[in-house]
Nanobody, 123 residues
Framework: VQLQASGGGSVQAGGSLTLSCAAS????????MGWYRQAPGKERELVTG???????HYADSVKGRFTISRDNAKNTVYLQMNSLKAEDTAVYYC??????????????????WGQGTLVTVSS
C-alpha cells in the first residue's frame, strides 16, 4: 500500500491549508485513517483520526480549527486546517490501516505511513 500525501506549504498565521492523502495498492479495505505531525526537536504526535464509518477524534490543540474527512470511494483522507498558528509548523504524516488477506485467507491489519508533507506557519 502506498500513501501519497500532498498539500503542504507555507502560510501566514491565521491562514488555511488543506492536506490530502490517497491510498493505493493491493488491500481488502482501508480502515482507520489519520494525520500525525512532528515538529523540529519533538516527537511525532497524533493530530486527528477518522474511522471508515466517519467517527473522528482530534488532539485538544487542534479542536475547532482542523477538520478531517475522507472519501472512501477514493481511499483518500483530507485535513482542512484553519486558523493556523506558528506552533502548527511541522511535517505532517498520513497514516492508514489496511486489511490484507493472509496466507490462510484471514484478514490482517497493517499500518502504513505517507512520506510526510511540510507545513510552515509564519507569525
Amino acid at each position: 500500500v502506498q500513501l501519497q500525501a500532498s498539500g503542504g506549504g507555507s502560510v501566514q498565521a491565521g491562514g488555511s491549508l488543506t492536506l490530502s492523502c490517497a491510498a493505493s495498492g493491493n488491500f481488502l479495505s482501508i480502515n482507520d485513517m489519520g494525520w500525525y505531525r512532528q515538529a523540529p526537536g519533538k516527537e511525532r504526535e497524533l493530530v486527528t483520526g477518522i474511522t471508515s464509518g466517519g467517527i473522528t477524534h482530534y488532539a485538544d490543540s487542534v479542536k475547532g480549527r482542523f477538520t478531517i474527512s475522507r472519501d472512501n470511494a477514493k481511499n483518500t483522507v483530507y485535513l482542512q486546517m484553519n486558523s493556523l498558528k506558528a506552533e502548527d509548523t511541522a511535517v505532517y504524516y498520513c497514516n492508514a490501516e489496511a486489511s490484507h488477506a493472509n496466507y490462510y485467507g484471514i484478514p490482517e491489519e497493517v499500518d502504513y505511513w505517507g512520506q510526510g508533507t511540510l507545513v510552515t506557519v509564519s507569525s
